[in-house]
């Protein structure tokens, strides 16, 4: 049973355009949703986090949405810079415990 | 401040074998948690340890165990491996804050092979 799905494997856009990763979740109870990027062989690095309670928060190039009646988030990042190639993890917890639940991940990758 | 750091990076053991990994988490963090990375299963949880104690665990074998030291440090072992237990294995410390959503920072991982 998937609980985080990333539907889209891999994404590919231009340097300066916008990327959108999308993730799904169907457990009502997560309400702490984060996004980490990840290169081979290392570990995830945290980009941005969400509570249930907002609908958007920003981070300089990274803005994550979530839309709590479709059960969705999406990470806008703009623009795209060719160091953000690497694969996107969207990981979602309820606050009742620390244990993330990880979608597939999506590999961005940001052509010059 | 000094991220999580992890114990060894890379490890080759045989089937029937056992491992110890180790973690340190950041200075304050009083929850590590631990993840199993591999192709077809992805990032999976294995289990939380917060004040020495086991708070929560995902759903993989008994041969999968763990411990946590006063200073926060934490081992994971497993026992008779198996070759299913090839993977990334990632540790992640957070300050473990009472009611709040908390974000959990990793390590760089001990990549295992069992051959």
């Known amino acids: 049973d998937q609980q985080v799905k990333q539907n889209s494997p891999s994404l590919s856009v231009q340097e300066g355009r916008i990327s959108i990763l999308n993730c799904d979740y169907t457990n009502s109870m997560f309400d702490y949703f984060l996004w980490y990027k990840k290169y081979p062989a290392e570990g995830p690095t945290f980009l941005i986090s969400i509570s249930s309670i907002k609908d958007k928060n920003e981070d300089g190039r990274f803005t994550v949405f979530l839309n709590k009646s479709a059960k969705h988030l999406s990470l806008h990042i703009v623009p795209s810079q060719p160091g953000d190639s690497a694969v996107y993890f969207c990981?979602?917890?309820?606050?009742?415990?620390?244990?993330?639940?990880f979608g597939e991940g999506t590999q961005l990758t940001v052509n010059p | 401040k000094a991220g999580v750091t992890q114990t060894p990076r890379y490890l080759i053991k045989t089937r029937g074998q056992q491992v110890t990994l180790s973690c340190s988490p950041i200075?304050?963090?009083?929850?590590v948690s631990w993840y199993q990375q591999t192709p077809g299963q992805g990032l999976q949880f294995l289990f939380e340890y917060f004040s020495e104690t086991q708070r929560n665990k995902g759903n993989f074998p008994g041969r999968f165990s763990g411990r946590q030291f006063s200073n926060s440090r934490s081992e994971m072992n497993v026992s008779t491996l198996e070759l299913g237990d090839s993977a990334l294995y990632l540790c992640a410390s957070s300050p473990a804050r009472e009611g709040l959503g908390e974000t959990q920072y990793f390590g760089p991982g001990t990549r295992l092979l069992v051959l």
């Open positions: 990981a979602a917890e309820e606050t009742s415990g620390s244990r993330l639940t």
């Open positions: 200075s304050g963090h009083r929850s």
